[in-house]
């Protein structure tokens, strides 16, 4: 289980974002930026998730975790016709979401990432906590401005104290999914299993 997401103990009203680009506009994303991944009809497990195109590396899709074999059991099958190859890397890499006001100044601490020019829905690799392999991305799931670091699996235990440590002066603190879930409802975003599911589709979730 990865850890939970790090958040400031008092977070700011999350401000209205624009919607992410979608899976049908795959093709047409800048090699490091990402969007949402949706699919007409009822909402597939497999399609809510968020793509990460990683240049010439290829793409990266980070989805539910609580959905995982539905998810590539869905992938596997929906792959046939087409040259790809895919690999489940879900052991291989963790992810520990930095939320809210403070979010940006506990990444200047912890990096050498140019934080301004890193757009909303954008991604790099960057240094962070000495490590130069860490994705960095602009994105999180509660309304709030934020990163999501995915980092080898192996060291997600140190970044976790590392960030309780140095954001501490920031009033960084752990937050879980019931926290989350007060900020991404404001926010208006929906979540695979609540707002939408395989039997709601887009249009009945208001979407």
Not at 4 to 28: L, Y
Not at 149 to 167: D, S
Request: aromatic share 4%.
């Amino acid at each position: 289980m990865n850890p939970p997401a790090t958040a400031p103990a008092e977070a700011a009203r999350p401000t209205p974002i624009a919607p992410p680009k979608t899976m049908g506009d795959e093709g047409k994303l800048p090699p490091t930026q990402q969007g949402a991944a949706p699919e007409m009809g009822a909402t597939a497990p497999a399609a809510v998730g968020a793509q990460k195109r990683m240049g010439d590396e290829g793409t990266l899709l980070v989805v539910n975790a609580g959905n995982r074999k539905v998810i590539w059991d869905w992938i596997s099958k929906e792959r046939k016709g087409f040259v790809v190859d895919i690999t489940d890397m879900s052991e291989d890499y963790a992810m520990i979401a930095m939320q809210g006001p403070e979010s940006a100044n506990l990444l200047a601490k912890i990096s050498d990432l140019d934080i301004e020019g890193l757009k909303y829905y954008h991604l790099t690799r960057s240094t962070v906590l000495g490590d130069p392999e860490v994705i960095v991305s602009r994105t999180g799931y509660t309304g709030e401005d934020g990163f999501e670091l995915i980092m080898h699996t192996k060291k997600a235990a140190h970044f976790w104290r590392e960030l309780m440590n140095v954001g501490k002066p920031l009033g960084v603190g752990p937050a879980g999914l019931g926290c989350r879930d007060t900020l991404r409802l404001e926010a208006g975003m929906p979540l695979h299993g609540h707002e939408i599911s395989d039997t709601i589709n887009p249009l009945e979730a208001g979407l």
